[in-house]
């Protein structure tokens, strides 16, 4: 049943030792083209060790202006994961939500990304965010649309999938866009 987005209460929490255990799960599984992708690590098709992910998350926290956390639902059930960017310029920080696939379209998604785009736009001096999603990823094109963002170009030949290449398409949201579609102070 699909709550109102409103009232879904997410807490962030740092990822510890018992959450590698959950993490290895899903890019050992489901969500492991997409957890491959956050966690940089470009062979999208292979399996990773608890020990290569926690060395890759390791390596995220190390770096400036950039964060790993889970997402928690106020009952206390590990949702997902979320990773916000602005190392290389924070006026235009990119932020990725994987939900697990148990818990998608019932508002999550939405939710995180509603907040994620509020603390970028409302708690930072980002004056744009960014996000791309593979052109096969109809539903994360589809969910970003619907958040606002607008398609801004596309990376050719970006990667391989089932041995066929495919595009990476590039949306962006300007702070302009976020304040006339959600409110909130300039």
Same mark, same amino acid.
């Given at each position: 049943?699909?709550?109102?987005?409103?009232?879904?209460?997410?807490?962030?929490?740092?990822?510890?030792?018992?959450?590698?255990?959950?993490?290895?799960?899903?890019?050992?599984?489901?969500?492991?083209?997409?957890?491959?992708?956050?966690?940089?690590?470009?062979?999208?098709?292979?399996?990773?060790?608890?020990?290569?992910? /926690?060395?890759?998350?390791?390596?995220?926290?190390? &770096?400036? *202006?950039?964060? +790993?956390?889970?997402?928690?639902?106020? #009952?206390?059930?590990?949702?997902?994961?979320?990773?916000?960017?602005?190392?290389?310029?924070?006026?235009?920080?990119?932020?990725?939500?994987?939900?697990?696939?148990?818990?998608?379209?019932?508002?999550?998604?939405?939710?995180?990304?509603?907040?994620?785009?509020?603390?970028?736009?409302?708690?930072?001096?980002?004056?744009?965010?960014?996000?791309?999603?593979?052109?096969?990823?109809?539903?994360?094109?589809?969910?970003?649309? /619907?958040?606002?963002?607008?398609?801004?170009?596309? &990376?050719? *030949?970006?990667? +391989?999938?089932?041995?066929?290449?495919? #595009?990476?398409?590039?949306?962006?949201?300007?702070?302009?866009?976020?304040?006339?579609?959600?409110?909130?102070?300039?």
């Amino acid at each position: 049943m699909r709550k109102n987005i409103e009232q879904i209460a997410l807490e962030y929490r740092s990822i510890e030792e018992p959450d590698i255990e959950l993490i290895h799960k899903y890019q050992n599984g489901e969500c492991r083209a997409e957890l491959s992708d956050m966690l940089n690590f470009g062979e999208s098709w292979a399996p990773m060790s608890k020990d290569q992910i /926690k060395d890759k998350i390791d390596d995220i926290r190390k &770096e400036k *202006r950039t964060a +790993i956390f889970t997402i928690w639902t106020k #009952d206390g059930r590990c949702i997902g994961v979320s990773d916000y960017y602005g190392r290389w310029d924070p006026r235009t920080p990119r932020f990725g939500i994987i939900i697990w696939p148990e818990y998608r379209r019932q508002g999550y998604g939405t939710s995180m990304a509603r907040e994620m785009m509020g603390r970028c736009f409302q708690d930072s001096i980002a004056h744009s965010i960014s996000g791309y999603a593979p052109e096969w990823n109809e539903g994360s094109l589809a969910f970003m649309k /619907k958040l606002g963002f607008t398609k801004v170009g596309i &990376e050719r *030949r970006s990667g +391989i999938r089932n041995g066929k290449f495919f #595009d990476s398409v590039f949306l962006d949201m300007l702070k302009t866009e976020y304040l006339a579609k959600y409110g909130g102070r300039d």
